[in-house]
């Protein structure tokens, strides 16, 4: 049996609707002639995904692990593929019928390539404030990066000789992975088109939170990897969030603190008056992400109040990790339902 050009790896877990939307989307893919695998790697859902996946064609891979995350479930994938080329996909993800065939061939045209990806957006930005921020947190400038997403098209020859992701890291095992993958010579590229839709579906602010504190998770655990390197990866973006994250839990304290014991407001004015006043100066730098003002306002304020939630989540690492005890996976979707 000859191998396909382009394996197509889904990981997803109670997905329901979201999962058969993205499958529903890999018929779509165009100037692929040779070839199209696709293998979807559950981790023990209860919602059908598995005999969903299965009904499209898809070889199947369900995941019993005791710690499971996203890193074991694209090894798992990706070992089990036979394409040259391999596509990662969330399974709450639409992939865009042209982004592979653009992709290959940027890879075709440098060797030295080893992942491209592309412009992540949400599909309803609409549905909530949450959606609408965190729309702006996909966009980056397009040209050799650093690191890549979870949506990406990578070179197997590549995976093989980095030994894949991570299996220990329950987040970050993308960036540790392209850390790796520069380390051995290869580059990142980010291209100036459309790759996938996104359906985030957060809607609380409790989701949000948890967002934020596994991003935390991931600068220590992934930062403590290389912090004695030549390329101290993410180090600098660790210390910048422990540090604007603790000015901002002790100041709000200390307006508090202070008010009550005066018996004013000024205080608590004046910090929200500094937040909005570095919210604008953030929003102004971000203007080339969006034409709206508004969510750009909103995107200035989430870029210095997310700072508290990921500092905890730094810090809950550190204390783990000196208990000699690890997270499982911190999740803040909820189950897509079989419907």
């Given at each position: 049996m000859s191998s396909p050009a382009i394996s197509v790896v889904v990981i997803g877990r109670d997905e329901g609707q979201r999962l058969v939307r993205c499958l529903d989307s890999l018929k779509q893919i165009r100037g692929v002639e040779d070839g199209v695998e696709i293998v979807y790697v559950d981790s023990a859902s209860k919602d059908g995904?598995?005999?969903?996946?299965?009904?499209?064609?898809?070889?199947?891979?369900v995941l019993q692990a005791d710690r499971p995350s996203a890193a074991l479930g694209r090894n798992a994938g990706w070992r089990a593929a036979r394409g040259e080329y391999i596509l990662f996909l969330d399974g709450d993800t639409v992939l865009h019928p042209d982004f592979v065939r653009e992709a290959r061939a940027e890879m075709e045209k440098d060797t030295t390539v080893a992942a491209v990806w592309g412009h992540r957006r949400e599909m309803h930005p609409e549905h909530s404030i949450y959606n609408r921020i965190l729309d702006l947190d996909?966009?980056?400038?397009?040209?050799?990066?650093?690191?890549?997403?979870?949506?990406?098209?990578?070179?197997r020859s590549v995976l093989e000789q980095m030994d894949g992701y991570d299996g220990e890291l329950i987040a970050g095992e993308e960036?540790?992975?392209?850390?790796?993958?520069?380390?051995?010579?290869?580059s990142i590229l980010h291209v100036d088109k459309p790759m996938t839709g996104h359906d985030l579906q957060m809607t609380r602010w409790g989701?949000?939170?948890?967002?934020?504190?596994?991003?935390?998770?991931?600068?220590?655990?992934?930062?403590?990897?290389?912090?004695?390197?030549?390329?101290?990866?993410?180090e600098g973006e660790r210390r910048r969030n422990l540090i604007r994250g603790g000015f901002w839990m002790l100041s709000f304290v200390v307006a508090v603190v202070t008010g009550i014991a005066f018996r004013t407001v000024w205080p608590f004015a004046l910090w929200v008056a500094m937040l909005a006043v570095l919210s604008l100066r953030s929003a102004w730098k971000s203007r080339w992400k969006s034409n709206d003002a508004a969510t750009l306002l909103?995107?200035?304020?989430?870029?210095?109040?997310?700072?508290?939630?990921?500092?905890?989540?730094?810090?809950?690492?550190?204390?783990d990790r000196r208990r000699g005890t690890r997270r499982t996976l911190i999740e803040y979707k909820e189950p897509s339902g079989a419907k």
């Open positions: 995904s598995p005999e969903r996946a299965a009904s499209y064609g898809a070889e199947v891979i996909w966009v980056y400038a397009p040209g050799i990066v650093e690191f890549c997403g979870g949506d990406v098209l990578m070179r960036p540790e992975l392209c850390r790796r993958m520069r380390a051995a010579g290869y989701q949000y939170w948890k967002r934020a504190t596994r991003a935390g998770h991931a600068f220590a655990e992934v930062s403590r990897r290389f912090r004695n390197t030549a390329d101290p990866f993410w909103l995107y200035g304020i989430h870029s210095h109040l997310q700072q508290v939630p990921i500092c905890i989540g730094q810090l809950r690492y550190e204390f």
